[in-house]
């Protein structure tokens, strides 16, 4: 473990929005260097979609900060809160997911989470281990430590009762059960985004009521999304997702607003306080292009994910694509079997959506009417367009500026 505790302090605090309660936060980390004992650091992912996007990533890189200073990273996959489904910043109960829809969902978390930490330091725990035992008595204990009225401090609850919007019961068991999480392993820090304070202050209160020291809770702010306006959320489609190829995260990078590229730097990348002040002082007096520095961002960001030889070659393909304007060497290729076909002509709208480059129809006959699809460079209008196959075999289809299918007819 690092001996520094003002190094500790500058690695914890670097990029947080809010430490409860700073003062004990040092006490314990000196108590931490001093007698060599590492800390439980605490994080919760509930598994209620099948991938993570950048937006998840800045809580897990403070996690990842914890773990490089020795401290003990705890992650608890959230495979039984996930059924309750978290009701933060939300109007409406959330819809059930099955177990095996969750199951699914915390392998893909587990591996996407370990593109930022560090899995040989990395305890992964799911909380159905000591949730699912519970008994009937056991829940109403830990019911009764509560109150309606604290539970109703909570914004969105507060809001959803004022509106006469129904609150299920369940959805209180929600912070309780997160809490109960901390009591579990008797958790020294808690991570996790702004919207998550109340939770985390359930957890020092329960920890109280079992006679554990409370932990301290750390926020991380709310990544913006690629639109620069609202948070990062795959509902809105401003998301960048930690799977995405890097080509498709170089792109979605260069495309942020530049407002919000400084927060990206701090919250995303690996570069310390000095270095980023350093390219905001430099934009602000041009004697950088912010174009510059995006690209900076973007190679940094994909090195994290990827590595730097793939960032290198995100950053020729955008070239190719944005600066040159050609059509990249490597296209995927959409291979028809001609006696499949039966001598049809192919319609712009089906092949879009059988290449992958549209999830529906409804979505394809958007992307031509607004003039997002191309044929060899050519802008296809007519969203009821159908071609001859002799036309469109060995032809690229474009969609965008990024996205490309080599249709390939066979006999």
Excluded: C
């Excluded at 049809?344 to 031509?368: P, T």
């Amino acid at each position: 473990m690092g001996k520094n505790l003002q190094k500790q302090l500058d690695a914890i605090l670097g990029g947080t929005e809010d430490v409860l309660l700073l003062d004990e936060l040092k006490s314990i980390l000196g108590k931490s260097i001093k007698e060599d004992m590492p800390l439980n650091v605490k994080l919760g992912l509930d598994p209620t979609a099948p991938d993570i996007h950048l937006g998840h990533t800045v809580v897990l890189k403070k996690l990842r900060n914890f773990q490089d200073l020795g401290h003990r990273a705890i992650l608890i996959i959230g495979d039984y809160t996930a059924r309750v489904g978290d009701p933060s910043g939300r109007s409406v109960l959330r819809p059930k997911l099955s177990p095996e829809a969750i199951e699914k969902n915390a392998k893909t978390y587990m591996k996407q989470a370990f593109k930022i930490l560090d899995p040989g330091k990395t305890k992964v725990v799911r909380n159905s281990k000591w949730l699912q035992p519970l008994k009937l008595e056991d829940i109403l204990n830990l019911t009764s430590k509560f109150t309606v009225a604290r539970m109703l401090e909570r914004d969105d609850f507060k809001k959803r009762f004022k509106g006469n919007v129904s609150i299920a019961i369940m959805e209180f068991m929600y912070p309780i059960m997160q809490a109960y999480d901390s009591v579990a392993i008797n958790a020294d820090v808690e991570l996790g985004g702004t919207d998550q304070r109340f939770n985390l202050l359930m957890g020092r209160e329960l920890q109280k009521e079992f006679s554990q020291r409370p932990q301290i809770a750390i926020t991380m702010p709310i990544l913006t999304g690629t639109d620069g306006v609202n948070k990062m959320s795959k509902s809105l489609g401003n998301y960048i997702g930690v799977d995405e190829q890097p080509e498709e995260i170089f792109g979605k990078v260069m495309s942020i607003p530049d407002n919000i590229m400084i927060d990206y730097f701090k919250l995303l990348t690996r570069l310390d306080k000095k270095e980023i002040d350093e390219i905001e002082n430099n934009i602000k007096n041009q004697k950088l292009n912010p174009s510059i520095a995006k690209r900076k961002l973007a190679k940094l960001i994909i090195e994290i994910l990827y590595s730097k030889n793939d960032a290198v070659k995100a950053e020729e393909y955008f070239d190719i694509i944005f600066k040159q304007k050609d059509i990249p060497d490597n296209v995927d290729e959409h291979i028809l079997s001609k006696k499949d076909l039966q001598g049809k002509r192919l319609w712009v709208v089906k092949l879009l959506v059988d290449s992958g480059l549209a999830k529906s129809n409804g979505e394809g006959r958007r992307l031509v009417s607004q003039g997002a699809v191309k044929v060899d460079g050519k802008k296809v209008d007519n969203p009821d367009y159908e071609w001859d196959l002799e036309y469109i075999n060995n032809k690229i289809i474009q969609k965008g500026k990024r996205h490309f299918r080599k249709i390939i007819i066979k006999n």
